[in-house]
């Protein structure tokens, strides 16, 4: 199978692609890309998240069919407009959203997709928003303040992009 998408921005055409291999095999196994973790290979932990066209996906249950001719976004694509880290995952360091890290990524594109659906969630919706992820450390309060403080700051500069 040859296979062709995008990823993290840059186009990429693999050949000689097995049917069979999910996308979070390809990544981390092939590409070298190992922020979406394995974790459950079921679908229910969240730590393989991606965004798939802007969605959310779970990478350990995605044929890679269902990413041909499509845009794929994992945390190594999630960047700030220097190249640095985004807003996103400086809110979550900041406010000690990151402990152990094996949920970090996952858990920051599930805020990401998040974000880019509703912009301005409540503290509701943000814990609606990641109830696909798994947490064992944080107790998901620092998550949520991360994924708040990160939109307010989001909001503040379409304002200021706006005026």
Same mark, same amino acid.
């Given at each position: 199978?040859?296979?062709?998408?995008?990823?993290?921005?840059?186009?990429?055409?693999?050949? *000689? =692609?097995?049917?069979?291999?999910? @996308?979070?095999?390809?990544?981390? +196994?092939?590409?070298? %890309?190992?922020? #979406?973790?394995?974790?459950?290979?079921?679908?229910?932990?969240?730590?393989?998240?991606?965004?798939?066209?802007?969605?959310?996906?779970?990478?350990?249950?995605?044929?890679?069919?269902?990413?041909?001719?499509? *845009? =794929?976004?994992?945390?190594?694509? @999630?960047?700030?407009?220097?190249? +640095?880290?985004?807003? %996103?995952?400086? #809110?979550?360091?900041?406010?000690?959203?990151?402990?152990?890290?094996?949920?970090?990524?996952?858990?920051?594109?599930?805020?990401?997709?998040?974000?880019?659906?509703?912009?301005?969630?409540?503290?509701?919706?943000?814990?609606?928003?990641?109830?696909?992820?798994?947490?064992?450390?944080?107790?998901?309060?620092?998550?949520?303040? #991360?994924?708040?403080?990160?939109?307010?700051?989001?909001?503040?500069?379409?304002?200021?992009?706006?005026?």
């Amino acid at each position: 199978m040859e296979l062709n998408f995008i990823l993290n921005g840059k186009p990429l055409t693999l050949t *000689e =692609v097995d049917e069979e291999t999910t @996308l979070l095999q390809l990544l981390r +196994d092939r590409l070298g %890309l190992t922020g #979406a973790k394995r974790g459950c290979d079921t679908g229910v932990c969240g730590a393989c998240s991606v965004l798939v066209d802007g969605r959310l996906a779970k990478s350990c249950r995605t044929p890679l069919a269902q990413v041909d001719g499509h *845009e =794929v976004t994992t945390i190594e694509g @999630l960047r700030g407009p220097d190249g +640095d880290l985004s807003a %996103l995952q400086t #809110a979550f360091l900041e406010y000690g959203a990151v402990q152990c890290g094996f949920c970090t990524p996952g858990m920051v594109i599930a805020a990401e997709a998040l974000l880019r659906r509703n912009p301005h969630p409540t503290r509701a919706e943000i814990r609606r928003g990641i109830a696909g992820n798994i947490c064992r450390c944080t107790g998901y309060q620092q998550i949520v303040d #991360a994924i708040e403080a990160a939109a307010a700051q989001r909001l503040a500069q379409e304002g200021e992009e706006d005026g």
